[in-house]
């Protein structure tokens, strides 16, 4: 769906409000009736009445929504005075409700919702940073999620929903005789619709930290707000359950590629059944990764190819070129590499499942799991919530919308009963 304008969103939503009100008259009038005084005919049109209520509300909360995302909010004019921007500063008068030494930083969160609201979008109640500040912030974001670090496809829209199309079966082939005519062959498509989903995370700190200016403070503030909403969106990518405002994550998608090893240790063959899945079915990469828990790697680590019976065997471990990777690597142009495939470990994965203490492996062409990123982080603060105030503590509650979708399910394996010794 385009950016609604706000003209069209005006007329429309003055429609389908007009509509609301006749249809919502006309179910008064009948009710209000006894039966006695009914005629049937208006009897049986309650139920339709009542759908098309429904219909048009849910019309029109789908404009409201649409009205709301467009987009990250700007201030004209911050570009040369990006770095007068102090999120400590922010953060810390945020919390107390003191902007004595937060004077240019209550300025630009002013235009910022000034703008919000001209434009149309959700403040969603807290203090929303800037876009002209946003690059940076989202940049450090991004090298913290792991997700990111696979190929994701990741994506910045400025609409809500998303629709993106989904292969769903291939071209048939035909062998045909001279001159008969090849039979048709139709691709099936469908679409995938995404929309935002609310990430947010708590930081605290010790009130003492006053300086909040110092460079060094600044920076640590910046990575924490990374550090936490990054693990937030991997924990969502991976497992969320694609209900109670979460995206569906990849061990919750309907056709993805499972491996069993029964609340056991990996075993050389059992991995190698993990890479055989997407390629029996044609959903193979060159450039898939492995994502496993650090204890895991350990686990694996131990592990040896004895294929030859020779029982020295090789590690499935190995250096890969940086080639063979979507990006990383270390000084001397290598990943680290699994059975011919690079991994990053994640403590985002599960180590609870099965028996209980079963560990989460997860495997494929990540290409194919798109990531969607909408609008400004928003930030707010407060030093009374929970116990804040006994401990002398502000909380900073930071949010960010996201969603995932799966393109090709079959290009991933799941195995979520891997012990870890």
Do not use: C
Not at 24 to 39: C, F, H
């Amino acid at each position: 769906m385009d950016p609604v304008t706000p003209q069209w969103a005006e007329e429309i939503t003055a429609e389908l409000k007009n509509q609301l009100g006749e249809i919502g008259e006309d179910l008064i009038k009948i009710k209000s009736q006894s039966v006695e005084d009914v005629d049937q005919r208006f009897v049986d049109r309650i139920d339709p009445l009542e759908k098309a209520l429904e219909t048009v509300q849910t019309k029109l909360e789908a404009i409201e929504t649409n009205m709301v995302r467009q987009g990250p909010v700007s201030v004209p004019g911050l570009e040369d005075t990006k770095e007068q921007f102090s999120f400590g500063k922010a953060l810390y008068a945020i919390g107390t409700n003191d902007w004595e030494g937060a004077g240019f930083e209550k300025e630009v969160f002013d235009a910022a919702k000034k703008n919000a609201q001209a434009a149309g979008n959700d403040s969603i109640g807290g203090f929303i940073v800037p876009a002209q500040y946003i690059p940076d912030l989202i940049e450090l974001l991004r090298s913290k999620i792991v997700l990111n670090q696979v190929g994701t496809t990741v994506m910045t829209p400025r609409a809500s929903p998303i629709e993106i199309p989904k292969h769903t079966t291939g071209a048939t082939g035909f062998w045909v005789g001279e001159n008969k005519l090849i039979p048709e062959s139709s691709e099936a498509f469908g679409m995938i619709s995404m929309t935002p989903k609310m990430a947010a995370s708590l930081i605290k700190t010790s009130k003492r930290l006053d300086n909040l200016s110092d460079p060094a403070v600044e920076a640590v503030i910046r990575d924490d707000l990374a550090k936490v909403l990054a693990r937030q969106v991997d924990l969502a990518g991976l497992s969320g359950i694609g209900s109670a405002n979460q995206p569906g994550g990849l061990a919750n998608v309907v056709g993805i590629n499972t491996v069993t090893m029964s609340d056991a240790a990996p075993t050389y063959d059992l991995l190698q059944d993990v890479i055989t899945e997407p390629d029996a079915d044609n959903a193979a990469a060159d450039t898939s990764w492995w994502i496993i828990h650090p204890r895991m790697r350990g686990t694996l680590a131990k592990i040896r190819d004895d294929t030859g019976g020779t029982g020295l065997g090789r590690p499935l471990f190995m250096d890969l070129p940086t080639s063979q990777a979507s990006g990383g690597g270390d000084s001397r142009g290598f990943v680290s590499g699994l059975l011919g495939f690079p991994y990053i470990t994640s403590t985002a994965l599960r180590t609870n499942l099965g028996s209980g203490s079963s560990h989460e492996i997860f495997y494929g062409d990540f290409s194919q799991l798109l990531m969607a990123i909408w609008g400004n982080i928003v930030i707010d603060a407060s030093d009374q919530a929970g116990d804040a105030f006994q401990r002398h503590q502000l909380w900073f509650k930071v949010t960010q919308e996201v969603d995932f979708a799966v393109r090709h399910a079959e290009s991933f394996t799941y195995v979520n009963d891997a012990l870890a010794a």
